[in-house]
């Protein structure tokens, strides 16, 4: 509803519906390609291919890929820690399917309601702060509201809390993130990927 002048349509008799957690499914197997993409390195891997286009010796092409490959291997989701900003309809089963691939999964949601609690697998282990949620991560995958107690929630404080290459996942709303600061922390190198459906940065 964040994009429909719901006022005006109320004023014209028309209803307007939220019908929350609708589309979860189609996002969390967003935030599966997207984990897949950076954690793996796959757009690294495919631009480096694009850029060996004008080669026509397939043998001297072979051979550079094989001395190059490692650099574009990646790394395995299974292990690694993830850490879920908000645990409603999205997040918590963004949490079921990162379980049943073996991660470890760390939530945050200070305003966790009783139905989405009792959805939410034991195997979650829930922060008390953002910071904490932020330093124990490899992936971070937001899934809170745009509001204004959001606007910016992860800015170049909340940045400078990241493990060093960590991977940050929005698929929420574009305001959550602060631009600026994660252009600052991926040239840094604070920041491993941002994966986003947005235009911005």
């Not at 019908?19 to 897949?36: F, P, R």
Request: net charge neutral; charged share 20%.
């Amino acid at each position: 509803v964040n994009n429909i002048p719901v006022d005006d349509y109320g004023r014209r008799g028309i209803a307007v519906f939220n019908t929350s957690g609708a589309n979860a499914n189609a996002v969390k197997e967003l935030v599966l390609a997207g984990m897949l993409l950076a954690v793996r390195g796959i757009l690294p891997g495919i631009a480096y291919a694009q850029s060996l286009g004008d080669m026509t010796d397939s043998a001297a092409m072979h051979a550079l890929l094989e001395k190059e490959k490692s650099r574009f291997a990646g790394g395995e989701l299974r292990g690694k820690t993830l850490g879920i900003v908000g645990l409603g309809a999205i997040g918590s089963m963004v949490a079921d399917m990162a379980l049943a691939l073996g991660m470890k999964v760390l939530g945050y949601d200070p305003a966790l309601s009783i139905d989405a609690a009792w959805r939410l697998s034991n195997a979650v282990q829930r922060m008390e702060n953002l910071p904490t949620l932020l330093a124990r991560s490899d992936v971070v995958s937001l899934h809170v509201p745009a509001m204004e107690a959001t606007r910016h929630l992860i800015n170049a404080d909340a940045l400078a809390h990241l493990k060093p290459g960590a991977v940050l996942l929005n698929f929420a709303r574009e305001s959550i993130v602060d631009p600026a600061a994660v252009l600052q922390a991926l040239g840094a190198g604070r920041l491993g990927r941002y994966v986003c459906d947005f235009p911005e940065p």
